[in-house]
């Protein structure tokens, strides 16, 4: 399987931008798809992840009500909608997918994409 996020970009605090990644090489239909992010100087962060069989979504508490995780099966590509930015959202966001499993250290990931760049500007 290989991800392909995109959608990154520079936006001012309070705006909104929207994640892609896009998967090939198989159905990611059994994975539990993931974002997380890592800024600079800091370990990386769970952000959201998707279980594509049952729609379950799950948050971190930072993102928790601003950020929205979904999945179209049909084009094998989850979203990440990201609502009211803040200047510490800043990071480079990551998607990665787990053979049936949420991991929220990315331990276990099976897969992980290159990053896109997110900055939020005060």
């Known amino acids: 399987v290989q991800l392909q996020a995109s959608g990154g970009g520079l936006v001012q605090a309070g705006g909104s931008l929207r994640l892609s990644c896009a998967a090939s090489?198989?159905?990611?239909?059994?994975?539990?798809m993931h974002w997380f992010r890592q800024a600079p100087g800091k370990e990386r962060e769970f952000v959201a992840s998707?279980?594509?069989?049952?729609?379950?979504?799950y948050y971190a508490d930072s993102v928790k009500g601003r950020f929205t995780i979904s999945g179209d099966n049909a084009k094998n590509t989850v979203y990440l909608q990201m609502n009211s930015l803040k200047p510490e959202d800043t990071a480079v966001y990551y998607c990665?997918?787990?053979?049936?499993?949420?991991?929220?250290?990315?331990?276990?990931?099976?897969?992980w994409g290159k990053g896109t760049q997110v900055t939020v500007s005060s």
């Open positions: 990665a997918a787990r053979r049936y499993l949420r991991d929220t250290d990315g331990r276990g990931v099976n897969y």
């Open positions: 998707l279980t594509l069989t049952s729609g379950s979504a």
């Open positions: 090489g198989r159905s990611v239909s059994s994975y539990v």
